[in-house]
């Protein structure tokens, strides 16, 4: 099976930290997102990347920026955290097509204090 | 703006019972159709896929397209508590999904 696997479940991080939310695949996926979750709002795409080094913004990038360095690896990065910010963070990931659905990670339960 | 519609509801339905859930989506152009089931606290799990109009069955999920009226419905036969969570319609738009807010299914024993 398909394992997407974000680093914390919990995360409680004060206004203006930098803050790194981590997550790694280990199927050779090329494509990988992340989404926050927020109740009444749905999923909304925040970062996509379809190849190491690539990556595009989706629906709502703004105060967040990715990192792919490693084709396994996709890190989301909250530049100055805000407590509007307070989400639930979800990584995704799928190979190359659109016929597939994406895996999607545990989760991580942000809150700015 | 790609827009994937559902219900918020939620959907009660007694144990025994088929439940129904609707999705509508604003663009034709969509060719991949999906839903997820995501339990309280959990993260979504893809359970159908859908491609083609008509219906596709697996086991007590069938899943329903028409493209035509850009539709999609889950049915879940024989619903059980255990089915009781959220179902999320992911649509695809140009090699993204978008999916909608979700439809709050509950199995009542």
């Known amino acids: 099976d398909v394992k997407v696997t974000q680093s914390s479940r919990y995360l409680v991080k004060r206004t203006g930290e930098k803050v790194f939310l981590e997550c790694v695949q280990d199927?050779?996926?090329?494509?990988m997102f992340w989404y926050r979750q927020d109740p009444g709002l749905g999923l909304r795409l925040i970062y996509f990347?379809?190849?190491?080094?690539?990556?595009e913004k989706g629906d709502i990038p703004e105060g967040y920026s990715v990192s792919r360095e490693k084709k396994e690896r996709f890190s989301l990065i909250l530049e100055s955290a805000s407590t509007n910010q307070t989400s639930m963070y979800l990584c995704?990931?799928?190979?190359?097509?659109?016929?597939?659905?994406?895996?999607f990670g545990s989760g991580t339960r942000l809150t700015v204090v | 703006q790609k827009e994937v519609e559902q219900n918020s509801g939620p959907l009660s339905v007694p144990e025994g019972a088929i439940a129904s859930l609707n999705c509508t989506y604003s663009?034709?152009?969509?060719?991949?159709f999906f839903w997820y089931r995501q339990y309280s606290g959990k993260s979504p799990e893809l359970i159908m896929s859908?491609?083609?109009?008509g219906d596709k069955e697996d086991g007590r999920f069938t899943a329903q397209l028409n493209k035509a009226s850009q539709y999609v419905s889950l049915l879940i036969r024989d619903s059980q508590p255990s089915d009781s969570a959220t179902y999320l319609c992911?649509?695809?738009?140009?090699?993204?999904?978008?999916f909608g807010a979700g439809t709050i299914l509950r199995v009542k024993s």
């Open positions: 995704a990931s799928s190979p190359s097509g659109t016929n597939y659905g994406y895996t």
């Open positions: 199927m050779d996926h090329e494509n």
């Open positions: 990347s379809y190849d190491v080094k690539m990556k």
């Open positions: 663009d034709r152009v969509s060719q991949s």
């Open positions: 859908i491609y083609s109009n």
């Open positions: 992911a649509v695809e738009y140009g090699n993204k999904l978008v």
